[in-house]
């Protein structure tokens, strides 16, 4: 693998690196300054977080390490619980992991390019429009303005500083970097969320497509290896983890499995490219069938992929793109089940790739001043739609009343609406939706449950 030319400073754009922080910082509380000030605990925050008496406390939290997963998930929900700021502190620390992500994401982006010498030109200014692409895209509003989607966030910050540490230890050859830095990162990303788990090939990936060598790849890696070997015996002895993926498992196998999550994928895919219609809670078919227009879709990227074949292994950044969505979308989700089939929040690790691409892609076909101008016009558009997703986030009742919008046959996000109108102390309005769940699902024995709960309070 060549040197990598390190990123110190920007004097061909006379922007100094801190100045890159600052817009960065800035763009994050400008988006999400509203999602800071009124938003609230919502949904799943209850279960892990408002009445989860483990991360209440230090002592609570210590007692629980050993028995349970992600216990530095929880660790962060015990710190900001403790400081005592309500819901403002949670959304103040998504914001600051966001922060980190679009700074980690700008150093990997310059790195990466300028490890190809001139095949990519404008390397700065492109690790600059990816990282701000990064931080205003509307798609991650689940993982930063859903308290809950810490999990995908937090384990994104320990994912890419491991990568970060990759690139740094092979250009200088340092053990500590190769083999104390990165595990130790590896088992934090893990310790937060398992889909960490493809964290070495994400490695195996980044060195082939940065011109390593085969020959060393293990040698760089052996201790990442190591680290995944563990903790896959872990998981599948831990009694809280095991049940689950049991439960995953037994809902969709074979052939079904692999229908449902293409479709799914393919419904994440279209969610980042055109994210109109965000949705916390999509109706996603369970059906064994693909729709022709999705069939012809995948027809066509397999026929467009093997035409341009040579030219993608002359653009390394796009042969790295179309892998990292490989190992992270289809790799884990069309072969291991999900009990949610979609959620936009598998899709915050997955950007930094396909957003590299996408602008390095475009710096090619335009002078540095077009860039900026594409870039300025993406931005206030996804800005303008991430300002407008947080609204949604304002209350529960609101959350619930976009996704029904979106999902209105879906039984569940019924049942859910009609549980944040009882919350809200409007009994009508959910009795009409625990009804509307029902007849839409009348096995769904939690809109039954509501129902009768609600009609005991009201006798």
Not at 46 to 65: F, G, L, R
Not at 179 to 202: D, G, N, R, Y
Not at 426 to 450: G, I, S, T, V
Request: charged content about 10%; proline content about 3%; some cysteine.
């Amino acid at each position: 693998m060549q040197s990598i030319s390190w990123i110190w400073p920007l004097a061909m754009y006379q922007i100094s690196s801190k100045q890159i922080v600052g817009l960065l910082l800035l763009a994050v509380f400008a988006v999400y300054a509203n999602a800071l000030l009124w938003g609230a605990f919502q949904f799943d925050d209850y279960n892990v977080i408002v009445n989860n008496p483990v991360v209440h406390s230090w002592h609570a939290w210590w007692a629980d390490v050993g028995y349970g997963i992600r216990p530095l998930l929880k660790l962060s929900y015990t710190f900001d619980w403790t400081l005592g700021r309500g819901a403002f502190g949670f959304h103040l620390t998504n914001l600051l992991i966001h922060v980190g992500n679009s700074i980690l994401i700008w150093f990997l982006t310059i790195a990466f390019l300028r490890q190809l010498g001139k095949t990519c030109p404008h390397a700065m200014l492109v690790g600059t429009v990816a990282a701000l692409l990064f931080a205003v895209h509307p798609i991650h509003t689940e993982a930063v303005t859903y308290i809950s989607g810490r999990s995908a966030s937090l384990m994104t910050l320990f994912y890419l500083g491991g990568i970060l540490c990759y690139m740094t230890g092979v250009q200088k050859q340092s053990q500590f970097y190769l083999h104390v830095a990165i595990p130790i990162l590896f088992i934090a990303a893990l310790a937060v969320k398992e889909a960490a788990v493809t964290f070495p090939l994400a490695l195996l990936l980044l060195h082939r497509n940065m011109g390593g060598s085969w020959r060393n790849v293990l040698r760089d890696t052996w201790s990442s290896w190591l680290v995944l070997l563990a903790a896959m015996i872990l998981f599948f002895q831990d009694t809280n983890y095991s049940p689950h993926l049991a439960r995953s498992l037994d809902m969709h196998k074979g052939f079904l499995n692999l229908v449902v999550q293409t479709n799914a994928v393919l419904y994440l895919l279209g969610q980042w490219f055109c994210p109109l219609w965000l949705n916390i809670d999509p109706d996603l078919s369970h059906s064994v069938a693909i729709s022709p227009l999705k069939l012809g879709a995948i027809i066509a990227v397999i026929a467009v992929y093997m035409v341009l074949l040579k030219r993608i292994r002359q653009r390394p950044w796009l042969n790295f793109a179309l892998g990292w969505l490989f190992t992270h979308l289809f790799l884990i989700y069309l072969i291991t089940p999900r009990l949610d089939i979609a959620n936009e929040r598998q899709l915050y690790l997955i950007s930094w790739p396909l957003l590299m691409a996408l602008v390095a892609e475009t710096a090619i076909l335009l002078s540095a001043r077009q860039l900026i101008m594409v870039a300025m016009a993406l931005l206030i558009s996804a800005s303008s739609l991430t300002i407008m997703r947080n609204f949604d986030y304002r209350s529960e009742v609101a959350l619930w009343q976009a996704t029904v919008k979106f999902s209105p046959n879906k039984s569940r996000a019924h049942n859910n609406l009609g549980y944040a109108y009882f919350l809200a102390g409007q009994p009508e309005m959910a009795r009409q939706h625990y009804l509307k769940a029902l007849a839409l699902d009348h096995r769904n024995f939690k809109a039954k449950y509501n129902l009768q709960t609600l009609d005991n309070v009201k006798s």
